[in-house]
């Protein structure tokens, strides 16, 4: 069974600028999760999606930041303008089903690390 | 907001020596999950064991156990024979049971365990 995938690994772009960043979630996963990785911090939810719904996007800044979910597959997440507090890895996740009396697990991606100079 | 702390920055152990990762948490949620995630330099996150707060019997991976106090609200981790490859950040994490915050994990700050060989 193939992972989460992201790509880029990596971005630097310069302050003011956009960028994207794409996620393949694992086939037949509903659920789908983008996550902020500061360094020296844990990963904190920006949103959360199931299908193409939005289910939770209240940490996301969303006058730079916003992300789609077309088809219910794939995701994009996109910065602009990008600000140097923005440098960070970028984590999507993702899970079989959003209703839980279950521990439904989050299957992780290798993340992107974007660096803004 | 649920709160999750990892009071430890960094530990190391001895290679097949045993070491324990703090981890304490704050909720006034009678019902969630608790996990331990891996995640290597390649910073892939893995899940390395979960407890669900409703059963008393400490979870329990192989090498990796827990120590579930749910009145004390801490959840501490055990590492017992620790090999080479267990050298990663280590987080825990909340997450409630149910409600549209069902999927949301809550990180700590991590504690980075190095193994001595």
């Known amino acids: 069974e193939a992972g989460v995938a992201q790509s880029p690994r990596y971005k630097i772009i310069e302050k003011r600028q956009s960028v994207a960043f794409w996620c393949n979630p694992i086939?037949?996963?509903?659920?789908l999760y983008w996550y902020q990785q500061i360094l020296g911090q844990g990963p904190k939810l920006l949103i959360q999606?199931?299908?193409?719904?939005?289910?939770?996007d209240s940490q996301l800044p969303k006058d730079r930041f916003s992300a789609e979910r077309l088809k219910g597959v794939d995701s994009t997440l996109k910065i602009q303008p990008a600000k140097l507090e923005d440098s960070a890895v970028y984590l999507c996740?993702?899970?079989?089903?959003?209703?839980?009396?279950?521990?439904?697990?989050?299957?992780f991606g290798p993340g992107t690390r974007l660096t803004v100079t | 907001a649920q709160t999750v702390t990892q009071s430890q920055p960094e530990m190391s152990v001895q290679e097949a020596e045993t070491v324990t990762l703090s981890c304490t948490y704050d909720?006034?949620?009678?019902?969630?999950?608790l996990f331990w995630y891996k995640q290597p330099p390649s910073r892939q996150m893995i899940l390395v064991i979960r407890?669900?707060?409703?059963?008393?019997q400490n979870a329990t991976e192989n090498r990796f156990s827990v120590n579930f106090q749910k009145a004390a609200k801490s959840f501490s981790l055990k590492i017992s024979d620790s090999q080479l490859g267990d050298a990663a950040m280590y987080f825990c994490?909340?997450?409630?049971?149910f409600g549209n915050g069902a999927n949301n994990l809550f990180f700590g700050t991590g504690t980075r365990l190095t193994v001595i060989p």
């Open positions: 407890q669900e707060a409703y059963k008393q």
């Open positions: 909720t006034s949620e009678s019902d969630y999950y």
């Open positions: 086939s037949g996963h509903a659920t």
């Open positions: 994490a909340y997450r409630s049971a």
């Open positions: 999606f199931q299908n193409n719904g939005v289910v939770d």
């Open positions: 996740a993702s899970s079989s089903s959003r209703l839980s009396t279950s521990s439904y697990e989050q299957y």
